[in-house]
């Protein structure tokens, strides 16, 4: 008799067995988004797991490729996944890099990274999960907390208003930018997708459910309560257009910010190289 | 398109930064990040102008945080890595340099030192960086760091930098101050076909990190470098010789912090260059980098007026010549300590050199300013009074 194996088991370390996210988490889905993107990708163009980096940084949402996924992976330091990336992607330019980490991580500790890896529009897929919260401490506010809401370091609610990260990355220059929930498991791997192909740098932030920090401070409770909430709030760009401040307040605009063509940096070096006719290394 | 050329081998007459910028050229550097700082500017301005001729690439980062993640990033995509900077720089740099350590990168870390501290006075070199480049990271970690003394050295330093990163799987610092980088002498560039370089071992092809040890080896691990379908697991957290997590385990915990100690400790007979010029019973003087030049000066002064002093300038500050003091000072009659800082080895040097002999420290009259031969000289005096 043999067990039926999960069709993304192929994709991961045999010797990972369980993965470091507590119920509810997000973070599954947005590791089958990622890996069934790859899926795809195998069946359409031939990638496979080595023809990937994946760098991480700190936080729940940095173990989502180290160490679950059987390929390269480099797990950093706090908010720098992005500049360590950029060193791998600039020295290996044929491999597909791929940057998964939570919003603390890039928006917050690692904002001026990101924006600056969006400006320079390097090759990286950054797939940005953000759970509104600071998981792995206890419940901390992040730059992404809904302003008013009382968290452990906000007792008497947040003051500060949050980042519209997927917008300032769209402001700083990326060619590819889309923000789906995790209530929307096959619009996000389909960006994800189509960050992976895109020339250039791909920013996919996915709104994901922390039912055991943010449920709790938010008072929405379990992970389908917080899913529940995505379907209800989540506002498509093209609708969001036409509405008012009044009435997006409170919603999730998803849906794809920018996607368009600009000169890449890595590929300009190899250009450049070219010129001067000489081979990397 | 006009392309920049390396300077050809033979005599020059260059700034020390640039001879340092070709010295990384000629070890097999392919790429630097940084981001500009008085006194260190000249290095990235030549290596953005050289790198692509030799099929390298210059990144100019967002800020010093970023160059060393990148410099570490391009070492793990298997290119010999570098980034250069001064003090303010380092500071920033280190919680990555730890790093650099725990991961066992190799990578070149060039630090023009600074009057600090804070943003103190740029344009002014100071041995004020010593002690913080290895040990300026948190936890216990073994970094290897040169010193040069003039802008040969800046050349010569880079090449056998490179070497020991990529034998050794480490961050090595290069540490003139401010007066190297800037110093213009002669420089002796050798052909390339003279010169020795080293090249990292990298994992065997077709084999998962199960099946290696791609980590915490004594005899220092072969790289499971990126891009080499290797599955490399590389993670600053805790993690065991096969590079994975492991925050419960205490031998392991204990093996990840002192092994990437232990291969370079073993080994320090490899690493550890002195120039000793003493005999026994000389008044020997202990310096190390731009104050080298005034401590020899002073000792040939010393000698021609028949007074019997030596000197041991140090070419390596880590790991730190412990052995090498201890022997000068079993055989001195008193050991003068110079340094262009306020003292900032002298612990250490004190440590290995008062069981043997008094010792006494000299630094700048008025910091910032070198000491002046004639000033070593009257210390000297006074003391063998």
Redesign the interface.
Known sequence: MSLAAHPLRKYT?P?VKKTTTCPGCGNGVVAQAILWAIDELNREEGLT??DF?F?SGIGCSAWIP??LF????????HG?PI??????????P??KVLVASGDGDLAAIGG??LI?AARRNIDLTVVMVNNGIYGMTGGQTAPTTPRGLHTITSPYGTMEPEFNVAAMVAAAGAPYVARWTTYHPRQLKRAIKKGIQKQGFAFIEAISQCPVQYGRVSKLGRATAILEHFKNSSVKLAKAKDMSEAELAGKITVGEFCDRQAPELASQ?SA??D??G???? | MKAAARLKPGTHFIEGNLALAEGAIAAGCRFMAGYPITPASEIPNRLSQLLPTVGGVFLQTEDEIAAVCSAIGASWAGLKAMTATSGPGISLMQENIGLAASTETPLVIVDVMRFGPSTGVPSVGLAGDVVQVARGSHGDYQIIALCPESPQEMYDHMIRAFNLAERFRCPVFVLPDGFIGHMREQVVIPPDQEIELAQRKIAASGTTPLERQDFLDPEVAPMPVFGRGLQAHVTSSCHNSQGMRNLTDPEVMHTYATMPMQKILRKRDQIVEVAADYAPGDLVIVAYGTVARSARAAAQTARAQGLAVGTLCLKTLWPFPDQEVAAAAQQARAVLVLENNTGQMLPYIKAEAATHCPVQFLGPRLLGQIQEPAAVLARVKEMLS
């Open positions: 370390r010797h797991m080595d980096v760098v180290s160490p059987a390929a390269d992976t480099l797990h950093t330091t720098r500049a360590f990336a950029t060193g791998v992607k600039l020295g290996l044929q491999q001026n990274h600056h070096w450049l190289r010129a001067l000489k081979e990397q290394g």
